[in-house]
T-cell receptor, first 109, second 118 residues
Framework: GQNIDQPTEMTATEGAIVQINCTYQ??????LFWYQQHAGEAPTFLSY??LDGLEEKGRFSSFLSRSKGYSYLLLKELQMKDSASYLC??????????WGAGTKLIIKP | GAVVSQHPSWVICKSGTSVKIECRSL??????MFWYRQFPKQSLMLMAT?????????EQGVEKDKFLINHASLTLSTLTVTSAHPEDSSFYIC??????????????FGPGTRLTVL
């Protein structure tokens, strides 16, 4: 079966760095997405990785290792507004997104 | 960036009535639109994939006669929840994939519609 695993909840301090991991087992791979979702709102796109390596975009970076079925989202200089759920999603061989359950990130002052 | 809108943002209805939710891509054409449902504290669940001008493809376990999807144009898809019941109460989110953007391009999400069935 297809499976996406990510931690349920993480806590970090304002101004610090946090890494959210995602491991996946899917039928085929056509890219991995990270989305941010604030409570009661729809997800917003953060990043897309299809090749191995690190993609940096401002305070957020995303890493992919296809051989290991592993990705992480790195958030630097954390701000209170970064408190949200972070969803990892993999596009499978049918070009459909398989979603993880999301990681709730709590930022403390 | 690309914008997707949904209407209404929230709706409360009586059990047994039907509710229509609209999803529009405002500044791009979307050959494919997706409808998701999200229950509290759970992940997004794909309900169906809608291609313009053809019948929607429903995921296993989703009743196509209950959740009617119409994708009549490249900028509009509608989801109608027929004979709604309290267990249909959920957050319904649509997303759209841009025309000509290829399979692996980003899906842009609408803001979601919160449905409460009394």
């Amino acid at each position: 079966g297809q499976n996406i695993d990510q931690p349920t909840e993480m806590t970090a301090t304002e101004g610090a760095i946090v890494q959210i991991n995602c491991t996946y087992q899917t039928s085929g791979f056509n890219g991995l997405f990270w989305y941010q979702q604030h409570a009661g709102e729809a997800p917003t796109f953060l990043s897309y990785n299809v090749l191995d390596g690190l993609e940096e975009k401002g305070r957020f970076s995303s890493f992919l290792s296809r051989s290991k079925g592993y990705s992480y989202l790195l958030l630097k200089e954390l701000q209170m507004k970064d408190s949200a759920s972070y969803l990892c999603a993999v596009m499978d061989s049918n070009y459909q997104l398989i979603w993880g359950a999301g990681t709730k990130l709590i930022i403390k002052p | 960036g690309a914008v997707v809108s949904q209407h209404p943002s929230w709706v409360i209805c009586k059990s047994g009535t039907s509710v229509k939710i609209e999803c529009r891509s405002l500044d791009f054409q979307a050959t494919t639109m997706f409808w998701y449902r999200q229950f509290p504290k759970q992940s997004l669940m794909l309900m169906a994939t809608s291609n313009e001008g053809s019948k929607a493809t429903y995921e296993q376990g989703v009743e196509k006669d209950k959740f009617l999807i119409n994708h009549a144009s490249l900028t509009l898809s509608t989801l109608t929840v027929t004979s709604a019941h309290p267990e249909d109460s959920s957050f319904y989110i649509c997303s759209a994939r841009e025309l000509g953007a290829g399979h692996t391009d980003t899906q842009y999400f609408g803001p979601g519609t919160r449905l409460t069935v009394l």
